[in-house]
């Protein structure tokens, strides 16, 4: 009786874990066709490693055929993004932003604490211009290429949409990248590609 009871609540742990682990995530609404979407953040947004028209944000304007302002600083940290968001939501008046951030704080060994509450401000600032907002999580650039987990408290604690892949499964292709941590125009192209499937997974494509 104690082994089966033991074994229930097994089962019973494991069901929770499962659920909690596949909670779905926050969707977005529908983006209508004369949509602005800013794509917002440093080198890899920007498109350091290949041409301009090659950068994600204009093939995912191509893929879209929407309106994609790229909105990318090489070198810049989390600490510089939040200063710069406010200008350009008030330029560009977005209806949807992509935040892929936080790969220049972790080379220069910043503080976890504090590019995660760069990140709060940013993507409160969106929010309180009206604008929906998804997160694209930015790997440690170590061998294991781990995600730190302050992209998901993120995604849970402001309930906004997280994909913690797209960047890191990239970055472990060689073939997909013109240096160590900058894609070439075919890794920018499934960058790309993959935001736009994620789009359409949250419900605004």
Same mark, same amino acid.
């Given at each position: 009786?104690?082994?089966?009871?033991?074994?229930?609540?097994? &089962?019973?742990?494991?069901f929770?874990?499962?659920?909690?682990?596949e909670?779905?995530?926050?969707?977005?609404?529908?983006l209508?066709?004369n949509? #602005?979407?800013?794509? @917002?953040?440093?080198?890899?947004? +920007?498109?350091?490693g290949?041409?301009?028209n090659? &950068?994600y944000?204009?093939?995912?304007?191509k =893929?879209?055929?929407?309106?994609?302002?790229?909105?990318?600083?090489p070198?810049?940290?989390?600490?510089?993004?939040r200063?710069?968001?406010g200008?350009?939501l008030?330029?560009?008046? /977005?209806?949807? #932003?992509?935040?892929?951030?936080?790969?220049?704080? @972790?080379?220069r060994?910043r503080?976890?604490?504090?590019?995660? !509450?760069?990140? #709060?401000a940013?993507?409160?600032?969106?929010?309180?211009?009206?604008?929906?907002?998804i997160?694209?999580?930015? /790997?440690?650039?170590?061998?294991?290429?781990?995600v730190?987990?302050? +992209?998901?408290?993120?995604?849970?604690e402001?309930?906004?949409? #997280?994909? !913690?892949?797209?960047?890191?499964?990239l970055?472990?292709?060689?073939? =997909?990248?013109?240096? +160590?941590?900058?894609?070439?125009?075919?890794?920018?192209?499934?960058?790309a !590609?993959?935001?736009a499937?994620?789009?359409?997974q949250q419900? &605004?494509?």
């Open positions: 009786m104690k082994k089966f009871t033991h074994l229930f609540l097994c &089962a019973i742990m494991i929770f874990l499962q659920a909690c682990h909670a779905p995530q926050p969707k977005l609404s529908l209508s066709k949509a #602005v979407i800013l794509a @917002f953040g440093d080198s890899l947004t +920007y498109g350091t290949t041409s301009p090659a &950068a944000p204009a093939v995912l304007q =893929m879209t055929g929407l309106t994609v302002i790229n909105a990318g600083v070198g810049e940290e989390t600490r510089d993004s200063n710069r968001i200008e350009e008030e330029k560009y008046q /977005p209806d949807l #932003v992509i935040v892929c951030l936080g790969g220049n704080d @972790f080379i060994k503080d976890p604490a504090s590019v995660k !509450e760069n990140l #709060v940013i993507i409160q600032t969106i929010k309180k211009s009206g604008a929906q907002v997160l694209v999580a930015v /790997p440690d650039f170590k061998l294991s290429l781990a730190p987990p302050l +992209y998901s408290e993120l995604g849970t402001l309930k906004v949409p #997280v994909d !913690e892949h797209i960047i890191a499964d970055e472990g292709k060689n073939e =997909m990248k013109s240096d +160590y941590i900058h894609f070439n125009a075919e890794g920018y192209r499934l960058l !590609e993959n935001i499937a994620f789009l359409k419900h &605004a494509l």
